[in-house]
């Protein structure tokens, strides 16, 4: 079957670092996405990885192992506005196709 | 340039009825996706629609939902004989389609569906 795991929330302060982990089983892989979302709103995209390592953009980081079928999500010098939940989603296909997990809820306090 | 638009945002409907939910998606985009995502769920796929291949339906629920793309442009959702488990907010997505699927997804604001 397919599968997606992240954790369901995490708590961090204002200034601080967060990584969310993304563990990843899916017949098809064509790459790893992340989405954020705020709550009541639409996900946007964060990041895509297709090759192993580290892909780094402005206080946002991803990588990706594909081997271990994992990634993660960092998130340097946490603001307020970075309360949301992160989606973690496979590729599965050559068209697009989506799996997403179930969301990690951060929670930045001041 | 305009973003992915949805509607009605919102829909409450009574059980039994047939609902159709509307997407327009980014002028350009190939590709369409309809998801589902139900109170602290993730999103589901439910159908994606790529240039004039066969759409892939895989994750529709059950044959009470279909879906069409009429012009290669806006596509409607249609939900027949709706039941409470359906209610849930229903996105949509267009992509460039161009990468083999590697392409960003850009999503609407969703039609947050209520069946009671």
């Known amino acids: 079957g397919q599968n997606i795991d992240q954790p369901t929330e995490m708590t961090a302060t204002e200034g601080a670092i967060v990584q969310i982990n993304c563990t990843y089983q899916t017949s098809g892989f064509n790459g790893l996405f992340w989405y954020q979302q705020h709550a009541g709103e639409a996900p946007t995209f964060l990041s895509y990885?297709?090759?192993?390592g580290l892909e780094e953009k402005g206080r946002f980081s991803s990588f990706l192992s594909r081997s271990k079928g994992y990634s993660y999500l960092l998130l340097k010098e946490l603001q307020m506005k970075d309360s949301a939940s992160y989606l973690c989603a496979a590729s599965t296909d050559s068209w697009g196709k989506l799996q997403f997990g179930a969301g990690t809820q951060v929670v930045v306090t001041p | 340039g305009a973003g992915v638009s949805q509607s009605p945002s919102n829909k409450v409907t009574e059980k039994g009825k047939d609902v159709e939910l509307r997407c327009d998606p980014i002028s350009g985009h190939t590709a369409l996706y309809w998801y589902r995502q139900s109170l602290g769920q993730g999103l589901e796929f439910l159908i994606y629609f790529q240039g004039n291949s066969a759409p892939d339906k895989s994750g529709l629920p059950s044959d009470r939902f279909s879906a069409e793309r009429t012009g290669g442009s806006v596509s409607t959702l249609t939900i027949q004989r709706t039941q409470q488990e359906d209610s849930a907010v229903y996105l949509c997505?267009?992509?460039?389609?161009?990468?083999?699927?590697?392409?960003?997804?850009?999503f609407g604001p969703g039609t947050r569906l209520t069946v009671t």
């Open positions: 997505a267009s992509s460039l389609g161009g990468l083999a699927g590697r392409d960003e997804q850009y």
């Open positions: 990885n297709v090759l192993d």
